[in-house]
């Protein structure tokens, strides 16, 4: 089976990093099959695999999923990112009820 873009970049990272699948999927806390499974894009990790792969590969998330992801929604989500960092702490519940509110709004 053809790899994935996610997959193959975990794999060649994990090279990159001298690790074992067998050290990786240790540190991540799942089986080495799984992982192999994931790097050869037969799986698609969770997300809380997915970061803990993240965090033992020490690499972030958008390097891993960019082919997955088109070039504009990766700018939109950091971008959403950057703004979220402005929200004071206070302010944090009012900006979620109002994405919420208008990811409610038909209109």
Request: overall charge negative; proline content about 5%.
């Amino acid at each position: 089976m053809k790899e994935s873009g996610l997959g193959k970049r975990i794999g060649e990272v994990r090279r990159e990093r001298k690790m074992t699948a067998e050290y990786l999927s240790e540190l991540c806390n799942i089986n080495a099959t799984y992982l192999r499974q994931i790097e050869i894009g037969v799986k698609v990790p969770s997300l809380p695999v997915l970061i803990s792969i993240c965090n033992a590969l020490k690499i972030s998330p958008d390097y891993l999923l960019q082919d997955e992801l088109e070039e504009n929604e990766i700018s939109q989500i950091r971008k959403i990112e950057e703004l979220w960092k402005t929200v004071p702490p206070d302010k944090q519940s009012l900006v979620l009820a109002i994405i919420e509110s208008v990811l409610k709004w038909e209109g």
